[in-house]
């Protein structure tokens, strides 16, 4: 079981994701808009970052970027529609602990398999720390 970030401009899709990987066991926070993910970022609660690359306003990597500020080692997963995309990512950001770029649409079953082929677990918790188990924005 992890805890996970998802961030994707498209509400259907974090929904599902979201939907999808609790009934999976993960714990999911889904967030619609980049800044609004960003700005409820807390280090050390997550264990993985799911995100959209192209999305208004900010992009994924420009996200990731500004996370990886405060926690340098969480692992990222991205996620585009745009096939060309794929390969430049890997090439690009390696130095960013991105474990994988998935080309969308993907099945919640292959994608909580490849979740679980990382071997994360929930964060320790630490006291006082106020978490948004099952809030979707």
Known sequence: ???????????????????????????????????????????????????????????????????????KDIPVIFLTGYVDLLKEVNKLFTKLNVREVIQKPIGIQELAEKISGLGLGIKARSEGTNYRSDKGV
């Open 1 to 71: 079981m992890a805890r996970i970030l998802v961030v994707d401009d498209e509400r259907d899709v974090a929904d599902v994701l979201k939907a999808g990987l609790e009934l999976r066991g993960h714990k999911v926070d889904a967030y619609y808009d980049p800044f609004v993910a960003l700005s409820n970022f807390k280090p050390g609660v997550y264990d993985l970052v799911l995100s959209d690359i192209k999305m208004p306003k900010m992009n994924g990597f420009e996200m990731v970027y500004e996370i990886k500020k405060q926690d």
